[in-house]
């Protein structure tokens, strides 16, 4: 049984066949959600990925994780989880690779300063950025009168970028539509009601957990800020429980029996005496591998188990997280983020970030429009307030590599400088 329906292959705007074949060759055989897929693949908002914050800069090192190596990691566990579940597996990769693309220079913490420059003119949130990303800013299908639909992706596909279903005006904090977007959002949900998110955005959303606790903490080792010893060191250990349960929610006690599971498997045991020698480096290695073939498999068996052999995908059925894996996974996002995040330099850094960002708005916010990119000087010349024009301008960062906005901020310095 398909569990697809006709609806969900619908795109915003119809779009004839190819016109560029040569004679007599065969015509694009691609599923729908194979083509959509293939979009996000090649937009230039994917590769700007390459160039912002996963924990470390994207110059932190020889081999950092960026958002893209993250978001292409991602993309490969929903990918296999959906592959195992019956799901398309196009369109679970496709989430995979969305569910970072609204992310704008130095992660969650230019999410902190856009929010706030951008304050009157309805917020910025990395989740709603990337479904204006998808459905408008990346320029890939226009109509005929100038309308930007964005890469034009199938309901389906858009439904599965959505991690969180509604809209900025709904009271939460997180939420995957700007309010000028929610008819977007409402095509995108036609027929679903309820804020509940579709099996491939589930899917997502599991396996951005699973890349994020076990490679950032295999990242962490690598640069010496982790050592998995604090495993057996149960008094550091309770700390971190409760810190982890203050975080990321459980309890401390759930933490504390995860981080008595993970003792006992003999891949974090040897990671736990890392080196930097050669078996101590492929150790490291199988100790990611498994921990996440562990999760994977965990959720597969959980959820074909719960639904009893019943077609799964879009909004037929749901994930099915067991207790002890969501503990386990927070244990270990609890190590990552305590003993990388929160160092007084890393937190030095952020300070240094986010006055950037202001920096950049300024500059822009009394140059525009000759100071945008043409696709946003012309968005920001036919905005009808001054809302409309802050929203342009936070696209336009958002938009920005970290290397881009580092020469905008030393070029609006040297003006500064200039007219003083």
């Known amino acids: 049984m398909n569990v697809y329906s006709a609806s969900d292959y619908e795109r915003r705007l119809s779009e004839p066949a190819k016109s560029a074949q040569l004679p007599g060759t065969a015509a694009d055989a691609r599923s729908d959600f194979s083509r959509d897929r293939a979009r996000v693949l090649h937009s230039a908002a994917l590769r700007r990925l390459a160039d912002k914050t996963q924990v470390v800069g994207p110059r932190d090192g020889d081999t950092p994780r960026t958002r893209l190596t993250h978001s292409l990691e ?18 679970c990769e496709l989430a995979g ?48 009168d100038g309308t930007s639909y964005g890469l034009n992706l199938s309901r389906a596909a ?38 509940g998110k579709c099996m491939e955005a589930q899917v997502m959303d599991f ?12 990242d962490g080792i690598l640069s010496g800020r982790i050592h998995l010893g604090v495993l057996w060191d149960l008094v550091e250990l309770a700390a971190l429980a409760q810190q982890g349960a203050h975080a990321f929610g459980g309890t ?13 498997l003999s891949c974090v045991s040897r990671a736990a005496d890392f080196d930097g020698s050669l078996r101590a480096l492929a150790g490291l290695k199988a100790m990611t591998s498994q921990l996440v073939g562990r999760y994977v498999g965990a959720a597969i068996t959980a959820t074909l188990s719960a639904h009893q052999g019943q077609p799964l995908g879009r909004h037929h059925g749901h994930l099915v997280v067991t207790p002890e894996v969501a503990a386990e996974v927070r244990m270990l996002k609890t190590i990552a983020v305590l003993y990388v995040m929160e160092e007084d330099q890393h937190q030095r850094r952020q300070n240094r970030q986010r006055d950037l960002i202001y920096r950049v708005y300024d500059y822009l916010h009394l140059s525009a429009p000759g100071s945008l990119d043409p696709m946003f000087a012309a968005w920001y010349r036919d905005a009808e307030n001054e809302q409309q024009r802050q929203r342009v301008l936070v696209d336009q960062i958002a938009s920005m590599t970290e290397s881009r906005l580092e020469r905008t901020a030393r070029r609006a310095a040297d003006i500064s400088v200039f007219y003083c």
């Open 207 to 218: 396996s951005d957990d699973v890349a994020y606790s076990v490679h950032d903490v295999e």
């Open 252 to 264: 401390p006690e759930e933490l504390i029996d995860a981080a008595d599971r993970l003792r006992q």
């Open 74 to 91: 991602v993309a490969q566990i929903a990918r296999g989880i959906g592959s195992g579940l019956g799901l398309d597996p196009d369109l």
């Open 158 to 195: 858009v439904d599965a970028a959505c991690k969180y279903p509604w809209t900025a005006g709904e009271g939460h904090r997180k939420y995957g539509a700007y309010d000028e977007d929610r008819d977007i959002l409402r095509w995108a949900r036609l027929g679903i009601s309820g804020h």
């Open 97 to 144: 690779l969305c569910h970072d693309i609204g992310h704008p220079p130095y992660g969650h913490n230019g999410e902190v300063a856009l929010n706030t420059v951008a304050e009157d003119a309805g917020g910025f949130e990395g989740n709603a950025q990337t479904l204006r990303i998808i459905t408008r800013l990346e320029p890939k299908v226009l109509g005929e």
